[in-house]
């Protein structure tokens, strides 16, 4: 296969690229000068696109760059080798030096996958990437490359026993079958037959059977993916992430034949040998990564149609920016406002899933439909994102130990389609509505008294509490609160507060986007990001301040504190600039309107807010990359 996909033409000894966009464009014009692709633009275009779905760059400086796109001819792979190594994101943290591009073609689906396990066999060895990275010319590195394996002799002695693996990564691709190919030869090497099966992109590929199960001495599960564990119960299993089976397989294999018997339902008799791979932290991220992926498409189809009804068919009133009622316009703001709805309850639903499978999904949206709907649980406003988030982590964790239960067999067909989804609604449902519900209620009241009580005082605290308020959740109960407070002054022909908060309303998005657009030069910001920013930038025109949401529920460490900070510099210098505003909505579109009594020194105020929140991000960005780099530095120096 690797004879009729590349040749010396597609290899590259000496990059001169010095980044990874460079090393993409490089390799890519290699594709181009073979007669592989037919658009290079296009091509790299895919290439970032898959990258966003995760790094490709992999430990002992090899990355696998790959992409199925409309612009590739016919199937090829480029070989490039840089020696001065290159800052590709690898998971080790050291430089890139040898990098592998897959170029797949639309229809050919299972292309790339193909590709990599054939390079699994070859790149997990140490000896194999020191010969390739010293060849001298490009018919010497082919020839290494398209070297078939040789076969291992037949052992005389009987094998020792049965080894069954499995592997599986987020993405699917590259780790999956370099930890199979990992576990495979350390079971050769210690006289094990083995089986492994890969839950790749293309699906669960060898699995055991029900015999194979039952006659293996030990199960090595090194996956960062859920996969049925509870077939295995009974049978000594260690699980781990994929990476350490890239590693060290033979140490694992040798864990698993020392460890307890497994008992189902994601339990074993003992946590040393069924540790997540990644930690509770890591784990965390994971989940909340899930729910973020899902919630993007929604974010950005329902704030661009909303930025575009408003922008296009908006009317300044004082009741706020108003689309005619049976307009054009108006079906899309609705059909825009949907997709705004569901994007909370999706938030948590995924959240849930990531955690608790198939169960956990339903009760999740339920969940996070309760926590984003205030009356529920008697308040003005619901919950947002940050409520979203509890819902799908209690959910999640809620359904998982429902479903950890002995269940008859009579029973446990209900468990996964009726009982734990009723049982977990019931569950988020009670916790909104008479733990937590009454105390957001509260809060809310309260906030709202202080406001009326600061109203009366020094512009600069009021502003700095609205703009706080405001950047805290982007459309959440604090930020409600804080608009609707504002919206009541407006009848009473106080129309300075709305003139400052309007203002602070565009900062989250617009100061993200910036943040997004610069940082990511930094390495501060994945492509994901940048991308978000686009739709976020939409957003912050118009004033819709949730453009910053995908932004905050990645990092909210990061993101909420820069957004706070941005908004109350904003609020502030609006009531410092005698700003009014008489229609109850923000951003540069309010002016555009007419409905600010000083448009140039409105949009001063927003400019410098903006700034501001991108400044602080990207600083606290850098601390916290600063910060990790040194770990990793030292946990390397220790290993």
């Known amino acids: 296969m690797m004879k009729e996909i590349l040749n010396a033409q597609l290899i590259k000894l000496d990059l001169a690229a010095t980044d990874k966009e460079s090393v993409f464009n490089e390799l890519s014009q290699v594709l181009v000068d073979a007669g592989k692709i037919s658009d290079q633009q296009q091509f790299v275009k895919d290439v970032w696109a898959r990258e966003e779905t995760g790094n490709t760059g992999f430990e002992d400086g090899i990355a696998l760059p790959h992409a199925k796109s409309s612009a590739v001819i016919s199937p090829a792979i480029a070989v490039g080798i840089s020696k001065q190594g290159i800052e590709y994101g690898a998971e080790d943290g050291e430089l890139s030096t040898i990098f592998f591009m897959i170029a797949s073609p639309e229809q050919a689906s299972n292309f790339h996958v193909e590709v990599l396990a054939k390079l699994s066999s070859k790149i997990i060895e140490p000896a194999f990437l020191a010969s390739l990275k010293a060849a001298q010319t490009n018919e010497e590195a082919l020839a290494l490359l398209t070297a078939e394996d040789k076969p291992e002799p037949v052992q005389a002695i009987a094998s020792k026993g049965f080894i069954i693996g499995v592997t599986g990564c987020p993405v699917g691709v590259a780790h999956t079958y370099l930890a199979a190919e990992g576990i495979e030869n350390a079971a050769a090497q210690m006289g094990y037959e083995c089986k492994v099966e890969t839950n790749g992109s293309v699906g669960v590929k060898n699995a055991p059977t029900a015999e194979d199960i039952e006659r293996a001495d030990a199960i090595v599960v090194a996956c960062d993916k859920q996969v049925d564990l509870n077939r295995f119960k009974g049978k000594r299993v260690v699980i781990t992430g994929v990476k350490k089976a890239i590693k060290d397989s033979e140490q694992l294999i040798t864990q698993a034949l020392e460890a307890p018997l497994y008992q189902g339902d994601g339990k074993a008799s003992t946590t040393q040998s069924t540790t997540s791979p990644g930690g509770t932290g890591k784990d965390l991220y994971k989940y909340l990564m899930n729910g973020v992926s899902h919630m993007i498409p929604f974010v950005v189809v329902g704030g661009i149609l909303i930025a575009l009804a408003l922008a296009i068919g908006g009317e300044a009133t004082p009741g706020g920016l108003a689309i005619p009622q049976g307009s054009l316009w108006n079906k899309i703001l609705d059909v825009g406002v949907v997709g705004f709805t569901l994007m909370i309850p999706i938030l948590a639903g995924y959240i849930a899933y990531a955690i608790a499978d198939r169960p956990g999904l339903a009760p999740g949206m339920i969940g996070g439909w309760i926590a984003n709907n205030g009356s529920f649980y008697n308040a003005e406003a619901g919950t947002g994102f940050i409520g979203a988030i509890i819902a799908g982590l209690l959910v999640g964790y809620f359904v998982k130990w429902i479903v950890s239960f002995n269940y008859s067999k009579m029973i446990q067909p209900l468990v996964p389609i009726m009982i734990a989804p009723i049982a977990g609604s019931l569950f988020i449902a009670a916790v909104f509505i008479f733990i937590i519900g009454a105390p957001i209620a509260d809060i809310m009241e309260t906030m709202n008294n202080v406001l009326a009580n600061l109203s009366t005082g020094n512009v600069i605290v009021i502003g700095m509490v609205i703009g706080l308020m405001q950047g805290f959740d982007m459309g959440g109960p604090f930020g409600k609160v804080a608009f609707l407070f504002s919206v009541g002054l407006i ?137 990790a780099k040194k770990e990793q530095a030292a946990q390397l120096a220790t290993n």
Do not use: W
Request: glycine share 10%; charged share 10%.
């Open 491 to 627: 009848a009473e022909g106080q129309t300075q507060f709305m003139g400052a908060q309007a203002a602070a309303i565009p900062v989250a998005p617009l100061g993200m986007a910036l943040a997004a657009f610069i940082g990511s030069r930094m390495n501060l910001f994945e492509r994901e990001e940048v991308e978000n920013a686009k739709a976020a930038t939409a957003m912050g025109m118009v004033g819709i301040s949730e453009g910053a949401i995908p932004f905050a529920a990645r990092d909210p460490f990061t993101v909420i504190p820069a957004n706070m900070i941005g908004s109350a510099v904003a609020c502030v210098l609006g009531f410092m600039f005698g700003l009014t505003c008489s229609v109850a909505h923000g951003g540069p579109i309010v002016v555009l309107l007419g409905a600010f009594n000083k448009p140039v020194l409105a949009l001063l105020a927003m400019a410098i807010g903006v700034i501001t929140t991108a400044a602080v991000a990207i600083t606290l960005k850098k601390v916290r990359y600063n910060k």
